[in-house]
């Protein structure tokens, strides 16, 4: 009988020593906080043993401890708390913007925009890592080709680059003799063209007169084009006899005219 109640003492004592003495499982975590490499590699805690947290890729501490303590087989209460890393604005580069539909926090893109008249070097967007903002992007200037040579004619002025680059003009003249048709400047434009074709230059004694109308009151009369006049040398220097026959013809002509205008009115 002493032995079986002194066995029952030894029992309840054991029992509370080893309720006092309990173990803890390894916790378990969730949202944005993570157990330490050391705690994770640990499956049991002791009695008054820590397990170290800290924050997930991606956040950073706001407030409250990194570690739990284990007692009589449970754990404290964990108070840290953790915040998005916020990226910031990327820093400026020259001729290129962002648009923030998603903010700057870790996880964002970022669209790049290059201003008119450049285009991009590198991603057209950017996201948000624990590293900072991801690629590199840039604009640069839009270029056009080589300005086209024209016959009879030279460029007068254009841009120092040698291809040149959005706005540049390129200003157009032709040769003595010769006139211009067309614009005489071309633009390059945003998307790497000219926003018109080159003039042309044309001989001045190649033009021809226009077929013109006389019209009355009771009859439309089309007249034929008048004969060409050519004069003497490419500086317009006109001779004596040239003078007089362009006077003739002009002359016949505007009598031909005259006597269609006057047989119309009489019928």
């Known amino acids: 009988m002493f032995y079986s109640n002194a066995w029952t ?10 309720s006092g003495n309990a173990e803890c499982s390894k916790p378990q975590v969730e949202g944005n906080v993570v157990l330490t490499n050391d705690a994770l590699l640990m499956n ?5 043993e820590e397990a170290t947290f800290e924050c997930a890729n991606g956040y950073l501490k706001e407030q409250g401890s990194e570690s739990i303590t284990c007692w009589s087989g449970k754990w404290s209460t964990l108070e840290l708390t953790c915040k998005k890393k916020d990226c910031g604005a990327p820093r400026k580069m020259p001729h290129l913007t962002y648009e923030f539909k998603e903010g700057t926090l870790f996880g964002a893109s970022a669209r790049s925009i290059c201003d008119k008249g ?6 057209s967007y950017r996201q948000c890592y624990t590293t900072g903002w991801s690629g590199r992007p840039g604009c640069k200037v839009v270029t056009c080709d080589k300005p086209p040579e024209i016959m009879n004619g030279t460029i007068i002025e254009k ?3 040698q291809l040149p680059e959005y706005g540049g003009v390129i200003q157009y003249s032709c040769n003595e003799g010769y006139t211009i048709i067309g614009n ?12 018109s074709l080159p003039p042309a230059c044309k001989d001045v004694n190649d033009i021809r007169l226009k077929p013109t ?18 004069v003497s040398g490419r500086n317009n220097g006109v001779g004596e006899h040239d003078t007089n026959a362009a006077t003739e013809i002009a002359a016949v002509v505007g009598s031909g005219i005259g006597t269609i205008i006057s047989n119309n009115s009489i019928i």
């Open 9 to 18: 003492k030894c029992l309840i004592c054991l029992v509370f020593l080893t």
């Open 213 to 230: 109308t006389i019209s009355t009151s009771s009859i439309t009369t089309t007249s034929t084009s008048l004969p060409t006049i050519r």
């Open 118 to 123: 450049y285009q991009f070097m590198g991603p």
């Open 159 to 161: 841009p120092g680059e």
């Open 44 to 48: 049991d805690f002791s009695e008054g």
């Open 184 to 195: 005489k400047s071309i633009e390059c434009i945003e998307d790497g063209e000219y926003n």
